[in-house]
């Protein structure tokens, strides 16, 4: 875990025997699985393509979309072993943000995002991943007032 919160424990047994006997919890499992496997493959290819700034700003906002409030309970160590850079590159490309006012250290190193430019400054990965793991998600079969046939293909990108 990255943002420290409030989790909970099954034993596999229990899991195996919930799993086993509820098409919910089934569903809500390969949903999670389908979510993993896009942002293993996005951020993947991220990785591969994308400047480090970009998917700093990327990563800012992930976390953002997992907390409450601006201010993102992460260092700039932590960034950097997410990153796999080293600490100065991260505190660079922290400094380019900040100059772009995407984002704010305080005075406990936390950072504190402004979305929109934040958002500006991410690389287009972040929004196909939003808008791929909302489809796992939420199908349109599954959405009120859907006209779609079930069993519809999902749409790719
Ligand atoms: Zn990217």
Redesign the pocket.
């Known amino acids: 875990m990255l943002v420290a919160g409030t989790s909970l424990q099954i034993s596999p047994v229990r899991f195996h025997a919930a799993f086993s006997h509820s098409g919910a919890i089934r569903d809500l499992v390969w949903a999670h699985t389908g979510v993993l496997m896009t942002q293993f493959q996005y951020v993947g290819a ?1 990785n591969a ?2 400047s480090v700034d ?2 700093l700003a ?1 990563w800012l906002l992930h976390i953002h979309d997992r907390i409450h409030g601006d201010t993102l309970p992460v260092t700039q160590e932590e960034l950097s072993i997410l990153l796999g850079v080293r600490r100065t590159t991260v505190t660079q490309v922290v400094h380019k943000l900040r100059m772009s006012r995407a984002i704010r250290s305080n005075r406990r190193g936390l950072i504190e995002i402004d979305r929109p430019r934040l958002e500006a400054a991410a ?3 972040y929004k196909a991943m939003c808008r791929r793991i909302d489809r796992i998600v939420s199908p349109p079969e599954r959405r009120p007032h859907s006209h779609a046939a079930p069993g519809a293909q999902i749409p790719r990108e």
């Open positions: 991220c393509l994308h970009a998917r990327r690389c287009d990965c």
